[in-house]
């Protein structure tokens, strides 16, 4: 089945932590997207990547790193530097007009 | 990025019909509207979308005001898998989609 597959699910950062989100998506398509969603808000842009070894930020950047190194993958670090990390982090691509979303994972810190 | 307002919830009975309003009355010319649904603890999935004529898919159908400055989207037989967050986005090609607060839709049996 091709998608989108965000791992892990549920993911524990303790203080002064990095902690890296998986994102593989198997639907050949260039763009990729990390948002950020806290409760009871609407998502917000953390980075975005229009084709390999390429990314921009988004609206949140500060506090989280990226890569690209294949279509397939978009890997999304966060940093001890984000002091506010506790969200829903949802990781996306695009073909034409439509994003196509994964899962999620909810990171809490401890 | 363009903005669109959406009631923050609403109810419905199961099997009735649905209309989720949202208006942008600052739309360009150049704005797609789309409707994204977000069921709960999951990623947004796409419903439909549509720039100046009325869209119908199997999931639901989108009626665009003649002057673009609202839209509804339509759900013509309610069911409770369909009880999500509705947003309604506008979209221009730039790279990322602009999700709001969304309508809260409850199903009732």
């Known amino acids: 089945d091709g998608g989108i597959t965000q791992s892990p699910k549920y993911l524990f950062r303790k203080e002064g932590q990095n902690v890296t989100l998986s994102c593989e998506q198997n639907l050949n398509h260039d763009a990729m997207y990390w948002y950020r969603q806290d409760p009871g808000q609407g998502l917000r842009l953390i980075y975005y990547s229009q084709i390999v070894n390429d990314f921009q930020k988004g609206d949140i950047a500060e506090g989280y790193s990226v890569s690209r190194e294949k279509k397939e993958s978009f890997p999304l670090t966060v940093t001890s530097a984000q002091k506010n990390p506790t969200a829903f982090y949802l990781c996306?691509?695009?073909?034409?007009?439509?994003?196509?979303f994964g899962p999620g994972t909810r990171l809490l810190v401890l | 990025d363009a903005k669109t307002t959406q009631p923050n919830s609403m109810e419905s009975n199961e099997e009735e019909p649905v209309h989720l309003p949202c208006n942008h009355s600052?739309?360009?010319?150049?704005?797609?509207i789309h409707w994204y649904r977000q069921l709960p603890s999951q990623g947004p999935e796409y419903v439909i979308h549509?720039?100046?004529s009325n869209v119908n898919n199997r999931m639901a159908s989108l009626a665009i005001a003649e002057d673009r400055k609202s839209s509804t989207l339509i759900l013509h037989r309610a069911t409770l898998r369909d009880a999500a967050v509705y947003y309604c986005i506008l979209w221009a090609g730039a790279n990322n989609l602009f999700f709001g607060t969304g309508t809260r839709l409850t199903v009732i049996p």
């Open positions: 549509g720039l100046t």
């Open positions: 996306a691509s695009r073909i034409g007009e439509t994003q196509y």
């Open positions: 600052t739309i360009s010319g150049t704005d797609y």
